[in-house]
């Protein structure tokens, strides 16, 4: 009986170990960010949804950067930067933006450049999912929204 019970520990032990050591190996540090280009492909607030079609917009639209601390891209077609911080469980902080001050020459049907800041200067967390970088910010009322964006020059649905 103790020896049926040893077994079932040691079994149960190694199970536990094998999954506590495994459920590290795909998790995405925020450094593989770094010095990589992305570009907005998607907006998902609620039930509503605005993809950026980008073989027909301008490809340098709605873009990010991050670096060491700053953040940086094109609006449409505004240049910005901004500060920010990242702590554990995904949680990053955008600071204030700045930018250049341009008329816009491309505009989607229903997401303007400054929604596009405002957004970025409320994310809360981040996450990396089917090749893509997702941010979770919200918008004036504090409803959810989620901006998908893709390596630059990777349009493609990526699965």
Known sequence: MISNMKSTMVIIFLLLFTVALFSGINKVTFGEFLDKDWSL?????GST????????????????RFEERILS???????????YITTGNNIISIGRIS??????????????EYEFFRYLERVMSWDFRNGRLELR????????VLLLFSPRGKYHAIF
């Open 41 to 45: 492909i998607e907006v998902k607030r």
């Open 49 to 64: 949804i605005i993809t950026i079609d980008r073989t027909n917009a301008p490809s340098k639209i709605y873009t990010i």
């Open 73 to 83: 891209g094109t609006g449409a077609p505004n240049h910005y930067r901004a500060p």
């Open 99 to 112: 930018c250049t001050r341009l008329g816009p020459l491309y505009e989607l049907k229903g997401f303007k």
């Open 137 to 144: 910010t919200s918008d004036e009322n504090g409803d959810e």
